[in-house]
């Protein structure tokens, strides 16, 4: 093969290769009003905000639950004098932390329970 039937070959792979499109045109700048509404719509800062408020309360909610309705249950059924949150064994709090758990186990059912009934009527 001579040195031009190999130039040809080249040329032909070189334009079969060429960008067929055009290339893409730079994206215009934005302006920091424009970025910040682009980012509150990206990641919807707005209904993750309405998200975290309601899970404080809810919290809240349920923390007073257990400690207004729920506690004094288990203090019915405790020796009468006894206080459970006063509980300690040596340097360990052990009432207070035993309230706790009590709190958290209730708090997660109760999230547990919303998060499966709004599964069941379809909101996520």
Sequence with gaps: MSDMEILEELKKIREA?????????PEKKKNLLMEF??????YKVLGLAVAFIMGVYLGALVKSLVDNLIM???QFFTPTGFQW??????????GAFIGDLIT?????????????????????
Excluded: M
Excluded at 37 to 42: C, L, Q, R, V
Excluded at 104 to 119: N, P, Q, R, S
């Design 17 to 25: 290769l060429a960008p067929t499109s055009p290339p893409p045109e």
């Design 37 to 42: 509404k682009d980012f509150i719509k990206k």
């Design 72 to 74: 004094p249950i288990v």
């Design 85 to 94: 949150e006063a509980f300690v064994v040596g340097p360990f709090r052990v």
């Design 104 to 124: 958290f186990i209730i708090v997660a059912f109760v999230i547990f329970l919303l998060v499966k009934y709004t599964a069941k009527i379809g909101l996520e």
